[in-house]
């Protein structure tokens, strides 16, 4: 049997994704997912400008969380240029997630 943060949190994921893709509306009457903002024009992040990000994120951690912050402050010089790509592609292909495929 899951314990019961297990179960709520399996009910919030199927909510979220059935408000997505029924187009609801969010608090204030827009369609979910609806944005009349256009980023036509950014600015590649440096490696030092990511690193800047991270380190002034807060350190917290949460047992949900996939990769701990301590890890990630640990390999924090690996991780930064894939950071950094994954943050530049996204921006320049205007797709926020591989797994979602949503456009920004």
Do not use: Y
């Not at 979910?32 to 994120?57: H, P, Q, T, W, Y």
């Not at 390999?75 to 320049?92: G, R």
């Amino acid at each position: 049997m899951q314990p019961p943060w297990q179960m709520k949190l399996g009910t919030l994921r199927m909510h979220a994704a059935l408000d997505v893709h029924s187009g609801a509306a969010d608090d204030d009457g827009s369609k979910a997912g609806s944005c009349s903002v256009s980023f036509d024009k950014f600015n590649i992040l440096s490696l030092e400008k990511v690193r800047a990000l991270i380190a002034r994120a807060a350190k917290k951690s949460c047992p949900l969380d996939p990769m701990p912050t301590t890890l990630v402050t640990q390999c924090l010089d690996e991780l930064i240029p894939v950071l950094a790509d994954m943050i530049n592609t996204s921006l320049s292909s205007q797709v926020t997630s591989r797994r979602s495929g949503r456009k920004l």
